[in-house]
């Protein structure tokens, strides 16, 4: 007997259409419902001040105004057991459908005239109007999401498209038109800016021909490539403190400009992030929530853009006790960036890792969504086994000397909404003086 084959990602074959929309067909065999992305790329940097929104808003109304949505493709992929959503990222909109196997020929059709015949209307522009204004209004009495926008507006620089939300500002939303959506995609979207991922069990039908008969059709338009615009740090670290409505809880949340994927430490920066926040057993959560009971759960990630990133720790403290709250997470950091790491605890976090891979990546949904990821951001579906054979030969002291190079506790910017005691000292004891609440 031979020992086992290693597991190893899903590939693609890989085509280009005539009209220059790019295919990605992946077999994996006895998946009967198939999982369909259509990635655009189109960033969020084509937006000017004036018309930040509107990707986010094109991205939403694609859906809503699909021709015959109500008696036509789109119904009937409802009516045949599939489902199609919409979501949209600052590298840009993304489609995610399901459906089964044989129905995959309907899908397509359904999805070409969404994406292709995009016709959008006043009624839905209005709807997606009131809807950002809705979340807008209510982020501010959303600790967990009023927090997360303050972070992101002091680790990146002001400038940057990646400092404020994709749904845009009240500001940009004074002035956003419908006119505004037409003209995006009229000059920015076509085939070519198009990427098309099939995952399921294509044995049971002639993939590439049903895609070339639903897509195939439409022209080509000439698009100059869209070059999305990388996000860049702002200044030094910042405390920015917001009241809340007098709960129990505080959310706080620490971070950093980081590093993306394409980083050759991006293995130890996953490791690390898996040891201090990534379940009840994290470093941050036996010391936070087992030892001194502050805390529900601490979170730690690293959260890569297309070129950078951020680091983040964020969670809901006991609001008398913010300030030991965020002592211990700089504890904890500084312990991890000066090895003293466990190196059994690390070996099983590091087997973990990259047993689940095949676990993860087990359902079409899994594969298409990091297929979608990868392909936004212009990366190799090489890189996840590549990833994982870098995490395989990884040990705790090159994982601490690469964090030591990622994160210093002393510069992290720190952000807490809820309620705290403005008498007390920084919260993150970095040097701040004071709350400096705003």
Same mark, same amino acid.
Request: proline share 7%; hydrophobic share 45%.
């Given at each position: ?74 119904? &009937?992929? !409802? +009516? #045949? ?9 600052? =590298?840009?909109?993304?489609?995610? *459908? /399901? ?106 039908? &002639?993939? !590439? +021909? #049903? ?9 080509? =338009?000439?698009?100059?490539?869209? *070059? /999305? ?110 090895? #003293? ?9 590091? =087997?973990?890792?990259?047993?689940? *891979? ?81």
């Amino acid at each position: 007997m031979t020992a086992p084959r290693a597991w190893r990602f899903p590939a693609a074959r890989t085509f280009l259409l005539d009209n220059g929309m790019r295919v990605k067909l992946v077999d994996m065999p006895g998946r009967f419902v198939a999982s369909v992305a259509v990635v655009v790329g189109l960033p969020t940097a084509v937006e000017t001040p004036r018309t930040e929104g509107v990707v986010g808003a094109y991205s939403a109304m694609m859906l809503a105004d699909a021709p015959h949505a109500k008696a036509g493709p789109v119904s &009937d992929v !409802a +009516k #045949a057991g599939g489902m199609i959503t919409t979501k949209c990222g600052h =590298r840009g909109p993304a489609v995610l *459908a /399901d459906c089964p196997v044989l129905e995959l020929p309907r899908l397509f059709e359904a999805l070409a005239a969404m994406l292709l015949r995009f016709e959008p209307t006043a009624r839905s522009f209005d709807a997606h109007r009131r809807l950002v204004a809705a979340e807008l209004a209510v982020e501010s009495d959303d600790p967990a999401g009023l927090a997360n926008k303050l972070l992101h507006e002091s680790v990146l620089d002001p400038a940057s498209r990646y400092s404020r939300p994709m749904s845009g500002t009240e500001r940009s939303w004074q002035h956003l038109s419908l006119a505004d959506v037409v003209e995006l995609y009229e000059t920015q979207v076509g085939p070519r800016q198009m990427t098309l991922i099939v995952v399921g069990d294509l044995s049971m039908l &002639d993939a !590439a +021909k #049903a895609v070339a008969d639903a897509f195939g059709g439409y022209p080509g =338009r000439d698009r100059p490539p869209v *070059a /999305d615009r990388p996000p860049t740090p702002g200044g030094g670290p910042r405390l920015l403190c917001r009241s809340g409505r007098g709960g129990p809880q505080t959310r706080l949340m620490l971070g950093c400009f980081a590093t993306d994927r394409l980083d050759p430490r991006w293995p130890s920066a996953r490791a690390a992030a898996e040891l201090l926040g990534a379940g009840p057993n994290s470093l941050l959560n036996a010391e936070l929530r087992g030892r001194m009971a502050l805390t529900y759960g601490v979170e730690a990630r690293f959260l890569p853009f297309f070129s950078g990133g951020m680091f983040v720790v964020s969670g809901a403290v006991d609001a008398e006790h913010s300030e030991q709250a965020a002592a211990a997470i700089l504890r904890v950091l500084h312990e991890v960036r000066h090895g #003293a790491v466990d190196p059994d605890l690390f070996e099983r976090v590091r =087997r973990r890792m990259i047993s689940t *891979a095949a676990e993860i990546y087990e359902s079409t949904l899994a594969v298409a969504q990091q297929y979608t990821e990868l392909v936004s951001c212009g990366i190799d579906e090489s890189y996840i086994d590549d990833h994982l054979d870098r995490l395989g030969s990884l040990d705790a002291a090159r994982m601490a000397d690469d964090f030591r190079g990622l994160v210093d506790p002393g510069r992290l910017h720190t952000v807490a909404v809820g309620r705290f005691d403005p008498r007390a000292p920084a919260l993150a004891g970095s040097g701040l003086d004071g709350l400096g609440c705003a």
